[in-house]
C-alpha cells in the first residue's frame, strides 16, 4: 500500500513506529532516522510511505523523500526481524528505485543491506559514523575571550538557524533546515532548553552545541548537533562548546555519550577522535544514478 504523509492514519503510524521498534532491538540501531519518524508523526505532505503487509500485520515499511533539480531522490526502509529472508526486502527496493536518481541508507550497514544494493546495481557513496565514549569527568574549558556560553531561549530559533545554516552549508540534510524543522524538534517530549547552548561574541551566535537524551534501560547522551560559525573558526570553539555539553551530559549521571558525524566530515571526526569517541557502527547510502 503506498500513502501520502496526508492519507496516513494514525493507526498506520504506531504500526510503523512499532516495526520501528521491533528493528531497532534486533539490530541494535534504528533502521530508519529522526527525520522519517518526525515525518511520520506530523503526516508531512508530499512524502511516500510504502507499507507492505499481509492479511495480519504489517511486513516492511520504505519511506520515500522526492528529490528536486540539483538532488536525488532518497528513501530508508525496514522488514520486520522475523519476516526477514523471504523477499521482503527485495520487493520493497525494486518500488523504491523506479524512482531514479535515488539514494538509499542502510542504518548499521547490515549485510543483507549490501548485498540488496548489489543486486539493483547500487553503489556506496556516503558513510555517517556512529561515535561513543564513556562519560567521565570534563574540565571547565577555557572559553575563549570575548565569547560568552549561555543556554537557548525562546527567541533564539532565527538565530539558530542561521548558524546551522552556515554551518552546515555543504550538508545535504542538515544544511536544510526549516523553521518547521526546528519547530518540530523544540517540541519533542525529549527537547531540554537547559541541554542547548549557545555562543555568543558581541551579541551576535556564532555557534552551539545542543545535547539529547535517549531514555531507556541504559539511558545514553547524545550529542546531537555541534557547530561552529564558519566566521568563527580558529579559535578553540568547536572543542570548547564540545566540552559544555559533555559535562552538561556528565552532571545528568549518564555513563555514556554518542554522536553521528558524516564522514566527509574530516574536520569534527578529528575534533571527536581527540575527546576520546571511538567507532560504534556505520550507516551506508547507496545510489542508484
Request: negative net charge.
Amino acid at each position: 500500500m503506498t500513502l501520502q504523509g496526508a492519507d496516513l492514519s494514525d493507526a498506520d503510524v504506531a504500526e510503523v513506529a512499532a516495526l520501528v521498534a521491533d528493528c531497532a532491538t534486533a539490530d541494535g540501531t534504528a533502521p530508519v532516522s529522526e527525520h522519517v519518524l518526525l515525518a511520520l508523526r506530523h503526516k508531512t505532505n508530499g512524502l511516500t510511505h510504502l507499507l507492505l503487509r499481509d492479511d495480519e500485520r504489517l511486513l516492511g515499511y520504505a519511506f520515500v523523500e522526492r528529490g528536486d533539480h540539483d538532488t536525488s531522490a532518497s528513501s530508508e526502509l525496514c522488514v520486520h526481524p522475523a519476516h526477514r529472508g523471504r523477499g521482503f526486502g527485495g520487493r520493497l527496493v525494486s518500488e523504491v528505485v523506479a524512482a531514479t536518481p535515488i539514494r538509499i541508507w542502510a542504518h548499521g550497514d547490515h549485510p543483507s543491506a549490501g548485498a540488496l544494493a548489489q543486486h539493483y546495481g547500487l553503489s556506496a557513496v556516503r558513510n555517517l559514523f556512529r561515535l561513543r565514549k564513556r562519560l567521565s569527568t570534563v574540565a571547565a574549558p577555557k572559553v575563549p575571550e570575548g565569547v560568552t556560553i549561555r543556554t537557548f531561549m525562546e527567541g533564539d530559533e532565527d538565530k539558530w538557524l542561521a548558524v546551522n545554516a552556515r554551518a552546515f552549508s555543504w550538508h545535504p540534510e542538515q544544511g536544510r533546515m526549516t523553521r518547521k524543522d526546528l519547530d518540530e524538534r523544540l517540541a519533542e517530549p525529549w527537547f531540554d532548553a537547559e541541554g542547548l547552548f549557545l555562543a555568543e561574541r558581541d551579541g551576535e551566535v556564532i555557534g552551539f552545541h545542543w545535547t539529547k537524551v535517549h531514555e531507556g534501560a541504559s539511558p545514553i547522551g547524545e550529542v546531537y548537533v555541534l557547530a561552529v560559525d564558519p566566521d568563527a573558526q580558529g579559535i578553540g570553539l568547536g572543542r570548547v562548546l564540545t566540552d559544555v555539553g559533555l559535562r552538561h551530559l556528565a552532571r545528568l549521571g549518564l555513563a555514556n555519550v554518542m554522536l553521528y558525524v558524516d564522514g566527509e566530515n574530516t574536520a569534527a571526526l578529528r575534533l571527536y577522535e581527540r575527546s576520546g569517541f571511538t567507532r560504534w557502527s556505520t550507516d551506508v547510502q547507496y545510489e542508484r544514478a
